[in-house]
């Protein structure tokens, strides 16, 4: 399958602050999405992000706090915006090429909020 | 809506033996997929095992293999022979067919496998 790169593996913020966080895939893909997993819990989907367009977002999650963009089908970014401590967790990036193969993922941005 | 459910949250296995690892999950759908993904702690999920719905035959992979129960909606991952690099949490997840949802996971909330020697 194909890899994922996501960049930053890790930052330490400052509340209030924002941070984007970039995933790029080394080859196109039809279907990215954003997942969080916040200390020692499972993963969330945050939002499936739309090439061209507005990214779909789950129940919980709203486009101010996260928006996305996907401007091609290689690279999609994450914006974790106004941060508070609360935000602290682990953001991955999956990706899947089409409907019959399945999903794999980057290797995370794990993020610290002070 | 769908939900996944481990309620194993740690296990510990010697080298060299057998160890299974639960989950059930609830749904009202026929068709769907469920997934063992394993994270170490580099982070990365790494897919260990699929198995369809509409099969009855049990997915194996090597030293994995699944016991799969629609009618009782469980879906338990068997590692054999484990290994020190066998250490990880252990995610269960679901995958419906559905117009829309079909490219979404629902995770469980994991299953921290320690490895002795």
């Known amino acids: 399958s194909a890899v994922i790169s996501q960049k930053p593996s890790r930052d330490i913020c400052q509340r209030g602050t924002s941070l984007t966080i970039q995933c790029q895939v080394d080859s196109q893909v039809t279907m990215m999405f954003w997942y969080r997993q916040q200390p020692g819990q499972s993963l969330t989907l945050i939002a499936t992000?739309?090439?061209?367009?507005?990214?779909?977002?789950e129940s919980g999650f709203v486009i101010d706090k996260f928006p996305i963009s996907r401007p091609n089908l290689t690279f999609s970014t994450l914006t974790v915006s106004n941060m508070s401590p609360e935000d602290s967790s682990i953001y991955l990036c999956?990706?899947?090429?089409?409907?019959?193969?399945?999903?794999?993922f980057g290797q995370g941005t794990r993020l610290t909020v002070v | 809506a769908q939900t996944v459910t481990q309620s194993q949250p740690e296990m510990s296995v010697q080298e060299a033996e057998t160890v299974t690892l639960s989950c059930t999950y609830d749904t009202s759908e026929s068709d769907y997929y469920l997934f063992w993904y394993k994270q170490p702690p580099s982070r990365q999920m790494i897919l260990v095992i699929r198995q369809e719905a509409y099969k009855q035959q049990n997915a194996t992979e090597n030293r994995f293999s699944v016991n799969f129960q629609k009618a009782a909606k469980s879906f338990s991952l068997k590692i054999s022979d484990s290994q020190l690099g066998d250490a990880a949490m252990y995610f269960c997840?679901?995958?419906?067919?559905?117009?829309?949802?079909?490219?979404?996971?629902?995770f469980g909330t994991g299953t921290r496998l320690q490895v002795t020697l």
């Open positions: 992000a739309n090439q061209g367009s507005e990214a779909t977002y």
């Open positions: 997840a679901y995958r419906d067919l559905r117009a829309g949802t079909a490219s979404k996971l629902t």
């Open positions: 999956s990706a899947r090429e089409d409907l019959n193969t399945e999903a794999f």
